[in-house]
């Protein structure tokens, strides 16, 4: 991978981050291929991809497909469908990626990994997180604002050529990226604001700065918060009490943020429950760790889900 102008990417999921990161990296590739579904990709095929930052607009063209056989020249593949989605869709692609290549996962969650790992191998996939305010404001169209920052990390020692490889790619696109010794671990640490706010304000209807200010709210979500780190040092997680304790003042810096899984239930589409509490849930009963709130967060957004026809 000497070179990134002839190299073919594939977005697998092209919503939000997927559109966005794809879109920013087109002009630094030979090709993009988009692969989504529904009417965002209708009117990507229509229209092409728009990126809307600021007071400026831009716009992308690509393939735009929801076949995975498109896929089987890419170098590159970006991973960014819905968590729930992942073992669907990596079966999907599956038959297509061809050696070599590279898939570079950026979901929510801390089991994307573990799923994608056991299908491609260790040396085949990369990890990182996405520090973005971006979602689809209408089928085609991409809103971003403010911090756009990525850190990414090897799984497999044989694969820290390829973390050099996609951050130089990323910071040649101007896509602010660094890299992690340890993305296990810094994954885990934005798993802890994730956990902590973003089923709760699904669940509540709440923005981020509302949960502090409620005093009924501001105990579950310091529950939540403990009831997570417990799992995940049991789980042999490094967490630091330093990361701990900026979980609510991060918060309080993004107040007015609707969470992803609110903003989910809100369109009515299918939300994150699985892997930012699901996972937590199985976890815990295997380690035999008591939690009790995040158990019934998962409970009550499932019933909400189920109530919505899902």
Known sequence: MSGWTSMILAVIGAGGVGAYCGGMLSPFVNEVVFVARGEHLQAMRRDGLIIQSGLKSSHFQGTFTDDFKTISQADLLLFTVNSYQTAEAAKSMLPYVKPGAVILTLQNGVDNEEILTDLFGRDQVISGIAYLNVKVVRPGVISQENVRTFVIGHLSENTQKHVEFWNNL?????????????????????????????????????????????????????????????????????????????????????????????????????????????????????????????????????????????
């Not at 994954?187 to 669940?203: E, G, Q």
């Not at 009924?216 to 529950?223: F, G, I, P, S, V």
């Open 170 to 310: 990323f910071n040649k696109a101007g896509l602010n990226c660094s890299q992690s010794l340890n993305i296990v671990e810094t994954k885990w640490v934005k798993y802890l604001w994730n956990v902590t706010f973003n089923p709760l304000s699904a669940l509540k209807m709440a923005t981020v700065g509302d949960i502090p200010d409620d005093a009924e709210l501001r105990r579950w979500a310091e529950e939540i918060l403990r009831e997570t780190v417990c799992i995940g040092r049991a789980l042999g997680v490094d967490l630091k009490q330093e990361a701990i304790n900026e979980v609510f003042p991060i918060g309080e810096r993004v107040r007015s943020h609707k969470p992803s899984m609110l903003q989910h239930r809100e369109q009515g589409k299918k939300m994150e429950i699985e892997s930012l509490c699901g996972y937590l849930v199985r976890k815990a009963q295997i380690l035999g760790i008591e939690a009790p709130v995040i158990k019934e967060m998962y409970n009550s957004l499932l019933a909400i889900e189920e109530g919505q026809g899902r």
